[in-house]
């Protein structure tokens, strides 16, 4: 099993950016719990997203999640120079009762 | 506020073992699920393995199952990773993670990590 995110994408301080999740075993739905995580360099992982679209009581607005053709989706809108990190997502496969992260998708704020 | 603290990582020839420990505070240990997910130098996140609060329910990612073994002390607020049969691929920061609350129906199954330990403890495998 391999979930695959873009390996990096650039936005412009205040743009609008979407990071997309998918699965080497077909289309993502809700049943596999989609989640986001945030990291930054030299820190640990932040959760941003849990269950396709639910933020954490810390999780700013402007971050959402989503299905979007087939895949896990983050949307960044109104990106700030903050926001600059490491960003990876994190399937439940109920077959093997296990979670699989994906690669990360390095954001830049430009 | 949730403080998770990651202790027991060192230097460690392939084949050996090494035991990790973490302690939460700030929050009802014995009410949550727990995982360990680590990082190896320069890479992404690996999920390693999840136990329930009561300790009976207990899964690992592919890469360490039947060499790993997680456990809990309820009683002294801490959280267990029994590494055997250590290779020089786990060599990693292993973080402890408190799992996401709530009804399962909206979670998932396993319960996903939610918050983290800040520093992780870092485990080298090398002869």
């Known amino acids: 099993t391999v979930v695959t995110q873009e390996p990096s994408l650039t936005v412009s301080p205040g743009g609008t950016v979407t990071l997309t999740c998918a699965s080497s075993?077909?289309?993502?739905?809700?049943?596999?719990?989609p989640n986001w995580f945030q990291q930054r360099p030299g820190q640990a992982p932040r959760a941003l997203i849990y269950?396709?679209?639910d933020r954490h009581s810390w999780t700013p607005a402007r971050f959402s999640g989503a299905l979007l053709g087939g895949k896990a989706a983050l949307t960044l809108a109104g990106a700030q120079p903050e926001d600059e990190a490491e960003y990876y997502c994190l399937l439940y496969y109920g077959d093997s009762q296990s979670w699989v992260f994906g690669g990360g998708t390095k954001l830049t704020v430009l | 506020q949730v403080r998770l603290v990651e202790s027991g990582g060192g230097v460690v020839q392939p084949g050996r073992s090494l035991r990790l420990s973490c302690t939460g505070s700030g929050f009802t240990f014995s009410n949550n699920d727990m995982h360990w997910v680590r990082q190896a130098p320069g890479r992404g996140l690996e999920w390693v393995a999840i136990i329930g609060y009561d300790g009976r329910k207990i899964y690992y990612g592919d890469s360490v199952k039947g060499r790993f073994s997680i456990s809990r002390d309820n009683s002294k607020n801490m959280l267990f990773l029994q590494m055997n049969s250590l290779r020089p691929e786990d060599t990693a920061i292993y973080y402890c993670?408190?799992?996401?609350?709530?009804?399962?129906?909206?979670?998932?199954?396993?319960?996903?990590?939610?918050?983290?330990g800040g520093q992780g403890t870092l485990v080298t495998v090398s002869s």
């Open positions: 075993t077909g289309t993502v739905t809700s049943r596999f719990y």
């Open positions: 993670a408190k799992a996401v609350m709530g009804p399962l129906a909206a979670t998932g199954p396993l319960r996903p990590p939610s918050e983290f």
């Open positions: 269950s396709t679209g």
